[in-house]
């Protein structure tokens, strides 16, 4: 069932990858070989068909234009590039409504009246795509850092005054430690940081195994 709902997409896929490149193929060959403008869709992609002064090249351009940035969105599918997919769908459809209502040759009528279709078809499923939410969305380019706590850092105010604790009240052999590291009062120990009692405790192990 998921993927019956996602084949329309994957189609529509599959129709602009062929359009892109056959539009790009005929640019190339346009350019360099010097061939005709044909067929006549790949100029009536866009409403720039309605002005006489824009030249076929510029209107060839304006199709490859399109077709990409249309392809473009389709295979990020993020909530943002459908919108954008959408709009450019109906500025290639609205192209293409505007030569089929102008042209008198039948044989473009009957191909571009089927890209007008699924041009339709298409714009109708992104429609659908966006309402529902039934789209893919991407993790953000600058994710979010995870919150730390931090154990807010001794300061002079918070240490345990030497006249309510003393060295002694601690057991003998804490006391006998403490002062083989040159440890003499509680006071010695609150202005000692971790690293320098982890250092005198590395020397006073040491003194130990050598004695």
Do not use: W
């Not at 067929?39 to 076929?56: E, G, M, N």
């Not at 699924?118 to 789209?135: P, S």
Request: hydrophobic share 50%; charged share 20%; net charge negative.
């Amino acid at each position: 069932m998921e993927a019956m709902r996602s084949l329309p997409r994957e189609f529509f896929l599959l129709f602009l990858v062929f359009l892109t490149s056959f539009i790009g193929m005929k640019t190339i060959f346009i350019i360099f070989f010097s061939t005709p403008f044909d067929p006549a869709f790949i100029l009536h992609l866009s409403p720039l068909i309605l002005f006489p002064s824009v030249s076929d090249i510029q209107l060839l351009f304006a199709s490859l234009t399109l077709a990409v940035l249309n392809l473009y969105f389709h295979v990020r599918s993020g909530r943002f590039d459908t919108i954008a997919s959408i709009i450019i769908t109906s500025i290639m459809a609205g192209g293409l409504s505007i030569s089929i209502l102008s042209s008198e040759s039948y044989l473009n009528i009957a191909i571009e009246y089927p890209m007008l279709v699924l041009m339709l078809v298409m714009l109708a499923t992104d429609i659908q795509f966006l309402l529902r939410g039934e789209i893919k969305t991407f993790p953000s380019i600058f994710p979010r850092r995870e919150a730390y706590t931090h154990a807010p850092s001794s300061s002079i105010g918070s240490r345990i005054p030497s006249d309510l604790v003393m060295l002694e009240d601690m057991n003998e052999e804490y006391i006998n430690l403490l002062r083989g590291m040159g440890i003499r009062g509680i006071d010695d120990l609150a202005r000692m940081d971790a690293k320098e009692l982890l250092k005198r405790l590395h020397e006073y192990m040491k003194e130990i195994e050598e004695n």
